[in-house]
């Protein structure tokens, strides 16, 4: 029910644009994320939106990365800007029944596939 992309490669300083789209039901008053996982690392809250549209960011990524949503649309974006090399890992959108977001990704209802990210140095 959600399908990523967007991802690729790019050098360092680059930007890309994760989309997200929901398909057989809205998600627009229910809470979304990004998670990130790479290699020999645990999966990590990106960032995430609520269905109220507050929106969390990670240390790492706040003031590069920007999380959003089109309701008319049914989908969620990640803008990507400044990109590091440690910012390489593989992406996936999750989304919850409920409006608020969680930290845990074992509180997301919903996942896309993932979509790889490569920041080259």
Do not use: H
Not at 9 to 38: E, I, K, M, N, Y
Not at 56 to 68: H, L
Not at 98 to 117: D, E, F, H
């Amino acid at each position: 029910q959600l399908q990523a992309s967007g991802g690729g490669l790019v050098q360092t300083g680059g930007s890309l644009r994760l989309d997200c789209t929901a398909s057989g039901r809205t998600f627009s008053s229910s809470a979304s994320a990004w998670f990130r996982q790479a290699p020999g690392k645990e999966r990590e809250l990106v960032a995430a939106i609520s269905g109220g549209g507050n929106t969390y960011y990670e240390v790492s990524v706040k003031g590069r990365f920007t999380i959003s949503r089109d309701n008319a649309k049914n989908t969620v974006y990640l803008q990507m800007n400044s990109l590091k090399p440690e910012d390489t890992a593989v992406y996936y959108c999750a989304a919850a029944n409920g409006p608020l977001y969680y930290i845990s990704g074992a509180r997301y209802n919903y996942w896309g596939q993932g979509t790889q990210v490569t920041v080259s140095s």
